[in-house]
C-alpha cells in the first residue's frame, strides 16, 4: 500500500469518527426536537377540543374559524419542525453511509420528501 491510499484511508476514519461524534450531540438535538414537535401536538390537540366544544355551545363562526385557522398555522409550522427533524436524519445517514450509491439513494430520497412538502 502506498501512503497516499494509508492517508486517504486515515482521513476517511477521521471524517468517520467527526461524524460519529456529531451523530451523538446531534441525536440530543433531535431528541429536544422531537420533544418540541410532541409539546406542538399536543397544543393543538387541546385547541382542537376547543373548537369541538366551540362548535357544541353554538359559538359564532367568526370565533370558530379564527381558532381553526391559529390551528392550521400551528400544523403547518408543526410540519416544518418534522421536516427539519427528518433532514438531519437522513443527512446523518447518507454521511455515515460508506456505500456512494447508498448516500445517493438517501439524498434522492430526501428530494422526494422535500418537493412533496413543497407542493403542498
Known amino acids: 500500500m502506498n501512503s ?9 476514519g477521521k471524517a468517520r469518527r ?3 461524534d456529531a451523530t451523538s450531540s446531534g441525536q440530543e ?3 429536544d426536537l422531537q420533544k418540541n414537535v410532541l409539546a406542538r401536538l399536543r397544543r393543538i ?3 382542537i377540543r376547543g373548537i369541538q366544544g366551540m362548535v357544541l355551545q353554538g359559538k359564532e363562526c367568526e370565533d370558530i374559524l379564527i381558532q381553526v385557522k391559529a390551528v392550521s398555522s400551528a400544523l403547518k409550522s408543526t410540519s416544518r419542525q418534522i421536516l427539519k427533524r427528518y433532514l438531519k436524519v437522513c443527512h ?3 454521511m455515515e453511509s460508506a456505500d ?3 448516500a445517493y439513494k438517501q439524498l434522492e430520497e430526501t428530494v422526494k420528501v422535500l418537493t412533496h412538502f413543497i407542493e403542498g
Do not use: F
Open 18 to 20: 467527526k461524524t460519529k
Open 92 to 94: 446523518t445517514k447518507a
Open 45 to 47: 390537540e387541546g385547541q
Open 100 to 102: 456512494s450509491e447508498m
Open 4 to 12: 497516499l491510499s494509508g492517508d486517504s484511508q486515515e482521513m476517511q
Open 29 to 31: 438535538q433531535l431528541d
